[in-house]
């Protein structure tokens, strides 16, 4: 009955260091996403998948960011280098799928704060 | 394509009724909406999946113009409850949000 969960809820970086922050779905939920949200703007899409599958990965700002769900239900969002602009929250949302590959309701995680200095 | 949002920001009294757009220039085939409360996650409010569907979900509902391609958020007698940022969104190539309406419900 646990929600989506996201860990660490905060983590702080140097410029040029390496992240990892990881999603843990809604049990069975067979379509995972990630988003990137700055202050004061709407969630950005960054990649989705279905089971373990990345199905689309165009929202992906650069080639430092990389995600991968291995077995179908935790995700881990790895960022390179980090640069400054990286700085936002990063939401995980986790959904079932429907007929037609329609997007039913996302629940989302409470999302990780990265701040690069 | 990002969906617009409107207006931007609202400031109501408890009790009032607001009302916010999200409108696209591309084919909508489904719109969501969810709130966001200030430092929370997105919290889904209800979707609609048909053209002309209608939701409603205790004093908040929508409407989805397919034909006009755009939904409306209706909020009746607004609580303090209602305060956050209320986003739409539609699946496109992949899921896109609008850019938020700032809803404040003061005593």
């Known amino acids: 009955g646990a929600g989506v969960s996201q860990s660490p809820r905060y983590k702080v970086a140097k410029r040029g260091q390496d992240v990892a922050l990881r999603c843990d779905p809604i049990s069975g939920h067979v379509s995972l996403f990630w988003y990137q949200q700055a202050l004061g703007q709407g969630p950005e899409f960054l990649t989705y998948f279905q089971n373990e599958a990345q199905l689309d990965k165009s929202g992906l700002p650069s080639d430092r960011f990389f995600a991968e769900r291995p077995e179908g239900s935790v995700s881990t969002l790895k960022i390179q280098r980090t640069q400054q602009e990286d700085s936002a929250v990063y939401l995980c949302a986790s959904s079932q799928i429907g007929p037609e590959d329609r997007v039913y309701e996302q629940y989302f995680g409470p999302g990780t704060r990265l701040t690069v200095t | 394509q990002q969906p617009v949002q409107s207006p931007q920001a609202v400031i109501l009294r408890e009790g009032e009724d607001a009302v916010i757009n999200c409108s696209s220039s591309k084919a909508l085939y489904s719109v969501h909406w969810y709130r966001q409360k200030h430092g929370e996650a997105p919290v889904f409010l209800m979707i609609?999946?048909?053209?002309?569907e209608q939701k409603g979900h205790d004093k908040i509902s929508a409407s989805f113009n397919e034909k006009k391609q755009q939904s409306s958020l209706y909020l009746t007698a607004s609580q303090l409850s209602y305060s956050g940022t209320y986003f739409c969104?539609?699946?496109?190539?992949?899921?896109?949000f609008g850019p938020g309406t700032r809803l404040s419900v003061l005593p």
């Open positions: 609609l999946l048909k053209g002309g």
């Open positions: 969104g539609t699946k496109d190539q992949n899921f896109v």
